[in-house]
Nanobody, 115 residues
Framework: QVQVAESGGGLVQSGGSLRLSCAAS????????MGWYRQAPGKKRELVAE???????TYDDSVKGRFTISGDIAGNTVYLQMNKLKPEDTALYYC?????????WGQGTQVTVAS
């Protein structure tokens, strides 16, 4: 089993910045990817950014150039630096750790961007 915990959400003005942190614990030796997803009210959960083995990163088009995922799988910790935040970035942000391909999710951290 893998446990995932996020931190760092909050309320910020449009144009501001926030940094989210995620740490995985438990059977972490077989984690092959970690990433951030978000879910706004009434919408599906969507990928924001992900980092895999070898440090390969993937971003949703809506956050490219504004958000940066960092950290490493071996260290079981990833971060999401979010700059130039927009009201449409408001959502519950979840961290996911893929363990042998199976997803483990954190409880989520709320990000609210005021206009």
């Amino acid at each position: 089993q893998v446990q995932v915990a996020e931190s760092g959400g909050g309320l910020v003005q449009s144009g501001g910045s926030l940094r989210l942190s995620c740490a995985a614990s438990g059977k972490v030796s077989s984690i092959d990817a970690m990433g951030w997803y978000r879910q706004a009210p009434g919408k599906k959960r969507e990928l924001v950014a992900e980092i895999g083995t070898g440090g390969i990163t993937t971003y949703d088009d809506s956050v490219k150039g504004r958000f940066t995922i960092s950290g490493d799988i071996a260290g079981n910790t990833v971060y999401l630096q979010m700059n130039k935040l927009k009201p449409e970035d408001t959502a519950l942000y979840y961290c996911k750790a893929a363990w042998l391909g199976y997803p483990f999710w954190g409880q989520g951290t709320q990000v609210t961007v005021a206009s």
